[in-house]
């Protein structure tokens, strides 16, 4: 069968770890802005990377800098973004995913109007990409909240956050009305791993930071269904997409004990997809609230907001797997994408230690098919490692086995009957890391002269896995 002919290859960004300009046309604080680069802390130990308390938030509000706050830097996408798009067209790019910040259009969260320069710079951004035929998949929310709505609201724990965030995609839609594809949250189900990042809880501030949560997780929820509702009303024949973080989890033996652990994993995982696909909650996860004391603040009006307004296709991220087991002693940890897990002793993995497991991906594809039976969009995967330049080039062929392997995959699943929209790799062009605030753990076709501190010429210089992957999209996978 092959990939379908309108197959969307491309890649996939975020306005936090790629535009930099913090402080340039009105733009607001956003919790990205408060993310410091910890070069003392182990860069596989994620938790540390991403802990913030009040003092940390406090302390980035009075430095006037970004030395220690490389996101607030980036690539200096916000003036090199023509060049950027002219490279992945080069590439041969269908789409691009990229991510509005929140703190260009409404600098706090809560003002009344739009911050105009902020529309400004996005419409000059779709206008570049539409000039190349490269459609737009937009991120309404890529850990990008503002930082005020975390300090004045207590983030998405508060229904405030519900209403702000609505005005502010419905300004989105009614100003980008040829964008076609969007997607509500990044990885919404990330929340309970790393809270001020996905949901600008400060996890110092909370009484009971478990039910914040998910109560946060349940009002993004409703937003999301919302935004849907608005969008496909404002903007015929537009697609709305979920987001979710694929955390594909096997039992460490075939013991009983490890496969049921590794099966509740699995089940906690598609949760948030259940709800957006489903329109509600799975009643697994109501008893496991029951279970753990957790009472949420759902209405009846909210409920038939999520059951009405389902999303039109699932979109996910996917790097490695883990593996679990009942009695973890003994059983070798190992990061991941915003989780640890167990490490699988059959897989090789990266200098972070990240599992690399193409059939992972093909296994994710035929569950997420089988489970939900709308169309799917990977939109999110990669292979973060050092790279070194010499000479202006860049000799990566551990890139391109990465990636040949996983196109592989996909095709398999492809073949059995999988319904799969498109591709994003993450990272097309290197950018700052998320977890670690890294620009050394680099995931593109793309090289950018920048180090961890921000030194360097910032010059963009194709890698070898740049002309690979533009002829993968030539002959639409036929040729890996």
Known sequence: MGFRKDFLWGGAIAANQVEGAWNIDGKGLSVADVATYK????????????????????????????????????????HHYQEDIRLFAEMGFKVLRFSIAWTRIFPNGDEKEPNQAGIAFYRQVINELKKYHIEPLVTLSHYEMPLAMATKYSGWASKQAIDEFVKFAKVCFESFP??????????????TRHPFTSAGIIPDQSKNLLQDEYQALHNQFVASAMVTKIAHELIPGSQIGCMLTKLTTYPATSKPDDVLVA?????????????????????????YFAKNHIKLDITDEEKAILRENTVDFISFSYYMSMIAAGDENGLEMTAG?????????????TPWGWSIDPLGLQISLLELYDRYQKPLF??????????????????????????????????????????????????????????????????????????DEGNGTGKRYKKDSFDWYKHVIATNGEEL
């Open 337 to 349: 994408n915003t989780v640890v897990g167990g490490k699988n002793p059959y897989l090789e993995t």
């Open 39 to 78: 070069p003392d802390v182990d860069v596989k130990d994620y938790k540390k990377n991403v802990a913030v308390t009040t003092k940390d938030i406090e302390e980035a509000i009075q430095a006037g800098n970004d030395k220690y706050y490389p996101k607030r830097r980036g690539i200096d996408g916000y």
């Open 263 to 287: 099966l509740n994993k699995n089940l906690l995982n598609y949760f948030p997809a259940d709800v957006q696909v489903k329109g509600a909650y799975p009643s697994l996860v109501l008893d």
């Open 378 to 451: 990977i939109v999110e995967n990669g292979m973060g490692t050092n790279d070194k330049l010499e000479n202006g080039k860049v000799h990566d062929e551990y890139r391109i086995n990465y990636f040949r392997e996983h196109f592989k995959a996909m095709r398999q699943a492809v073949d059995a009957g999988v319904d799969l929209m498109g591709y994003t790799s993450w990272g097309p062009i290197d950018l700052v890391s998320a977890s670690t605030s890294q620009m050394s753990k680099r995931y593109g076709f793309i090289y950018v002269d920048l180090d």
């Open 178 to 191: 040829d964008v076609k594809y969007w997607l509500t949250f990044n990885e919404i189900d990330s929340v």
